[in-house]
T-cell receptor, first 115, second 111 residues
């Protein structure tokens, strides 16, 4: 079956531009997560949705980062006025239920490069 | 102190040998523990999960958990060149949903 998909796979932005990254979770998955992975590091949590509700956004690094999941399926991570330090791979993961022991399935990521 | 720490790599092992990966965590409230494999340029893929003290075996992989020592390890037996990847340790608190990852250990299996 189809896994988590993300688009675009690669994005180059000039400093100060706004970008929007899309995540299509596995169909029917309740939980959706965004992580940021810098080169040579493990993923760092950004935000968590349960259906359309954003239950945790404690990992968003600044108010330039905004995420939404309006219909409880597709999610968009938006970064306004991008900075060079935003360059990273942005990973989306989904999980079938809301319980804490459920496996998170990761998408291929979007590699963002800010020039 | 980082929440999840892994032994620094890279780790190079000959084909057929055992690769041993270690991970320590700082939060005693952590209840779920995961090992992910990440090939270069690819997304993390779950290979093992462990929730209680002791050993859990799945094929050539064995995860070991010691909550008293706040330590979790992964053994890869009969290492193959296809096991060459970065292995990420991740932990989750019982009242939380997010994963906290270590920086990863890169394993290279020499043919």
């Amino acid at each position: 079956g189809a896994g988590v998909s993300q688009s675009p796979r690669y994005k180059v932005a000039k400093r100060g531009q706004d970008v929007a990254l899309r995540c299509d979770p596995i169909s029917g998955h309740v939980s959706l997560f965004w992580y940021q992975q810098a080169l040579g590091q493990g993923p760092e949590f950004l935000t968590y949705f349960q259906n359309e509700a954003q239950l945790d956004k404690s990992g968003l690094p600044s108010d330039r980062f905004f995420a939404e999941r309006p219909e409880g399926s597709v999610s968009t991570l938006k970064i306004q006025r991008t900075q060079q330090e935003d360059s990273a791979v942005y990973l989306c993961a989904s999980s079938p239920q809301a319980g804490s022991n459920n496996e998170q399935f990761f998408g291929p990521g979007t590699r963002l490069t800010v020039l | 102190q980082k929440e999840v720490e892994q032994n620094s790599g890279p780790l190079s092992v000959p084909e057929g040998a055992i690769a041993s990966l270690n991970c320590t965590y700082s939060d005693r409230g952590s209840q779920s523990f995961f090992w992910y494999r990440q090939y270069s340029g690819k997304s993390p893929e779950l290979i093992m999960s462990i929730y209680s003290n002791g050993d859990k075996e799945d094929g050539r992989f064995t995860a070991q958990l010691n909550k008293a020592s706040q330590y979790v390890s992964l053994l890869i037996r009969d290492s193959q060149p296809s096991d060459s990847a970065t292995y990420l340790c991740a932990v989750k608190r019982s009242n939380d949903y997010k994963l906290s990852f270590g920086a990863g250990t890169t394993v290279t299996v020499r043919a």
